[in-house]
């Protein structure tokens, strides 16, 4: 159904249209800015559709080169200590997860200037609606509101698994879990200690 919607407001020219009335729908009946855009609302299903119809080139050209790389060398990741094979290295392991994590965000954080044009103008939306909604959590907002959809809800699916998203013919590796379960973990801005970053 989000789908069909999207395909047709986009080819009505109509989609921002559409997204400006859905995201500030969402965002006026929103009482607490950590839930902002947390749930499966209509917004948040449209905007999920819009991005992979508009993004899946941007996508794939910030994904690919490092999901190829970590399918290609098979350097264990493993960290849980009763996960491991016998003479591996938890320590090795944990330098080659956060090498590949370090690459992943890094291709990510660099890939603003190939985002499509449109998903700018609907982050900058959101991000300008939801600072209008919440104007005592703008530190807080202005990032949130975007990197829940740019990160958790577009880019972590991917890595979690890219068989679905194009971007590998064979099933995901572990090395692909545990560098999402990382890149969700940074990209909703909390540290280890469970602070605000």
Request: aromatic share 10%; with cysteine; net charge neutral.
């Amino acid at each position: 159904m989000g789908l069909c919607i999207v395909n047709l407001f986009l080819q009505l020219n109509k989609f921002e249209e559409l997204a400006h009335r859905l995201i500030t729908a969402e965002v006026t009946s929103t009482s607490d800015p950590n839930t902002l855009f947390r749930g499966n609302s209509v917004a948040s299903k449209v905007i999920d559709e819009f991005m992979k119809v508009v993004g899946q080139t941007y996508l794939h050209r910030t994904l690919q080169p490092c999901i190829d790389e970590i399918f290609e060398v098979k350097r264990s990741c493993e960290i849980d200590q009763s996960k491991l094979s016998e003479g591996e290295n938890i320590d090795l392991n944990m330098t080659n997860l956060l090498f590949f994590v370090e690459k992943l965000m890094s291709a990510i954080t660099s890939s603003a200037r190939s985002c499509p044009s449109v998903m700018k103008r609907i982050f900058h939306l959101l991000r300008t609606l939801s600072v209008k909604q919440f104007p005592e959590f703008e530190d807080e907002v202005r990032f949130t509101s975007i990197s829940g959809f740019i990160f958790l809800r577009f880019f972590a699916p991917a890595i979690l698994n890219p068989k679905l998203f194009g971007l590998r013919p064979e099933n995901p590796v572990s090395t692909c879990t545990h560098c999402n379960k990382i890149h969700v973990l940074c990209s909703s801005w909390w540290n280890l200690e469970g602070k605000k970053v």
